[in-house]
T-cell receptor, first 111, second 117 residues
Framework: QQPVQSPQAVILREGEDAVINCSSS?????VHWYRQKHGEAPVFLMI?????EQKGHEKISASFNEKKQQSSLYLTASQLSYSGTYFC????????????FGPGTSLSVIP | EAQVTQNPRYLITVTGKKLTVTCSQN?????MSWYRQDPGLGLRQIYY???????DKGDVPEGYKVSRKEKRNFPLILESPSPNQTSLYFC????????????????FGPGTRLTVL
């Protein structure tokens, strides 16, 4: 079942912070985060495998709340290069090798 | 350079004319997958393959076929394309459980933009 992402779109000024949420109605084995810049292929950011786990990538980090079946991606002190569409992908505990992607969150960072 | 390649990158065709989009990876990945991307719908999986001669349907397989005769190649076949298959297609690959992955980071190809008239 496709995860839900919120917000659908967000506009930030450089230096501002943002949070993107991803939630599922199913028990999750893992959550994956990808970023896709305009006209390019999605690129892997990070994966979270355990409930409560937090990972970091530059100034981008994420958390995974297994009980709530949701994950959040945190972008701090945003840079122009962070603009793009962010996808979460979820793998359910009953089919952990199959990742289903959410509809994406469009993030625009302006000067 | 480790990469996933797709050809063609752009294709305009007409309804009913069979076409094949090729996908190749040089990372010795056993897992390969095809996605289509449409505005507001994200990436939807069409077919995937866990290894040579092993393929399975994803979420939107209708109207598509795949084959996996070699580990590196995973072509997508549209036997009779229709306008609702106009989309941006991505091929992706990753390690498989048999290759000892603990997480399956997927590497995506550059995409193929298909228009069916």
């Amino acid at each position: 079942q496709q995860p839900v992402q919120s917000p659908q779109a967000v506009i930030l000024r450089e230096g501002e912070d943002a949070v993107i949420n991803c939630s599922s109605s199913k028990a999750l084995y893992s959550v994956h985060w990808y970023r896709q810049k305009h006209g390019e292929a999605p690129v892997f950011l990070m994966i979270l495998l355990k409930g409560g786990e937090q990972k970091g990538h530059e100034k981008i980090s994420a958390s995974f709340n297994e009980k709530k079946q949701q994950s959040s991606l945190y972008l701090t002190a945003s840079q122009l290069s962070y603009s793009g569409t962010y996808f979460c992908g979820t793998a359910e505990k009953t089919s952990y090798d199959k990742v289903i992607f959410g509809p994406g969150t469009s993030l625009s960072v302006i000067p | 350079e480790a990469q996933v390649t797709q050809n063609p990158r752009y294709l305009i065709t007409v309804t009913g004319k069979k076409l094949t989009v090729t996908c190749s990876q040089n990372m010795n990945h056993e897992y390969m997958s095809w996605y289509r991307q449409d505005p507001g719908l994200g990436l939807r999986q069409i077919y995937y393959s866990m290894n040579v001669e092993v393929t399975d349907k994803g979420d939107v397989p209708e109207g598509y076929k795949v084959s996996r005769k070699e580990k590196r190649n995973f072509p997508l076949i549209l036997e009779s394309p229709s306008p609702n298959q106009t989309s941006l297609y991505f091929c992706a690959s990753s390690l498989s459980p048999q290759q000892g992955w603990t997480y399956n980071e997927q590497f995506f190809g550059p995409g193929t933009r298909l228009t069916v008239l």
